[in-house]
């Protein structure tokens, strides 16, 4: 399907969004049909989330938004199909031949490993990303510049070096830092490598251990050993399992600083990242730009354009530590 079909069928849900409900009724088909009202003329957007947890959850919530707010209305306009592949990369997979078998105007493919299963199966309708750290590093596109294909996104690259910086703030004596990622993650593995450049900066050291499931978490987190401060980066598996990690720092009086404000919600202590619902929503302005004719192949990987600085005091008399007062007056969300 070429991009001027993906254009008339955006004009013309658009259109149906601006009539009457009386005329919506009219014109839908009957129940017997078998059909959602309006799925003869809806744009259909197949989204693809590699696993639940709060920020993917977000950035979907944020996307699906963006169309409610530009005058889509959803089961008339538009229809979402929305599946999750439970963090299996083979689901992810078979997701995405079901999109292409089933002809969707647009994909929303959200974190890496759905992206990177989309990109390799959906050639011919547009795929927008979300919750990608490193899109050039996945082989998600060309450049951030000119992705040069039909992919094109977000990007949540967090703001790494201002993250330890963080934990310096918090402990200036600290010397040790520990993380823990998906040994599967390209998007960990670049944050791991700024991280451990930054807190080199800093005459910090940054200890590292791996896992390949979420169970396997709590041990990983123990393994860590003697540090001052645990990081925790946009990694799908410690997302999803942010307490295991908690729990430990918790029990061993450490402090844990999160790369974006679910982990601070989840009980680490702080972070200053980016909201993924907003993200998820910028993504979304972006598809309908594709659906009204922008090319993806020419439009620009986006980042965030939001960051925010987020504490939990709670999390933090939890491992013992009092957080400055200055970083807490200038923090623009507090969790008491």
Request: net charge negative; aromatic share 6%; hydrophobic share 45%.
């Given at each position: 399907?070429?991009?001027?079909?993906?254009?008339?069928?955006?004009?013309?849900?658009l259109g149906l969004a601006a009539t009457t409900a009386l005329a919506l009724t009219a014109c839908s088909p009957a129940a017997s049909d078998g059909e959602t009202a309006g799925s003869g003329d809806a744009i259909v957007v197949g989204i693809s989330q590699f696993v639940q947890h709060p920020a993917l959850d977000a950035a979907t919530?944020?996307?699906?938004?963006?169309?409610?707010?530009?005058?889509?209305?959803?089961?008339?306009?538009?229809?979402f199909d929305e599946?999750?592949?439970?963090?299996?990369?083979?689901?992810?997979?078979?997701?995405?031949?079901?999109?292409?078998?089933?002809?969707?105007?647009?994909?929303?493919?959200?974190?890496?490993?759905?992206?990177?299963?989309?990109?390799?199966n959906l050639v011919d309708v547009p795929v927008l990303f979300t919750a990608v750290t490193d899109p050039v590093a996945a082989d998600l596109v060309a450049s951030t510049e000119a992705p040069g294909s039909n992919v094109t996104g977000t990007s949540d690259m967090s703001p790494v070096a201002d993250q330890i910086d963080l934990i310096a703030e918090i402990l200036p004596d600290a010397?040790?830092?520990?993380?823990?990622?998906?040994?599967?993650?390209?998007?960990s593995e670049v944050q791991v490598e700024m991280a451990r450049e930054a807190a080199e900066k800093l005459g910090m050291e940054v200890v590292e251990q791996t896992v390949t499931n979420a169970g396997e978490l709590k041990q990983a987190t123990e393994a860590l050993g003697d540090?001052?401060?645990?990081?925790?980066p946009s990694d799908n598996l410690v997302a999803s399992g942010i307490g295991s990690i908690v729990g430990v720092a918790e029990e061993r009086g450490i402090l844990v600083v999160g790369?974006?404000?679910?982990?601070?919600?989840?009980g680490a202590a702080a972070t200053v990242g980016i909201d993924y619902e907003k993200l998820g929503y910028q993504t979304g302005e972006m598809a309908i730009r594709i659906l009204d004719g922008a090319d993806?192949?020419?439009?620009?990987?986006?980042?965030?354009?939001?960051?925010?600085?987020?504490?939990?005091?709670?999390?933090?008399s939890r491992f013992g530590i009092e957080l400055p007062a200055a970083l807490v007056e200038r923090a623009a969300n507090v969790i008491e």
């Open positions: 399907m070429s991009h001027s079909s993906f254009r008339r069928r955006a004009l013309t849900a919530a944020g996307f699906k938004q963006a169309f409610i707010d530009a005058g889509y209305v959803e089961g008339e306009t538009i229809e599946k999750n592949a439970n963090a299996e990369v083979a689901t992810a997979t078979t997701i995405s031949q079901t999109f292409a078998n089933d002809g969707v105007d647009l994909v929303l493919a959200v974190a890496t490993p759905a992206a990177q299963a989309a990109a390799q010397k040790k830092i520990g993380i823990v990622y998906g040994s599967g993650e390209v998007n540090v001052d401060a645990i990081y925790t790369s974006d404000s679910t982990h601070v919600e989840g993806p192949a020419e439009m620009a990987v986006e980042t965030s354009k939001d960051l925010e600085l987020t504490v939990n005091l709670d999390a933090a």
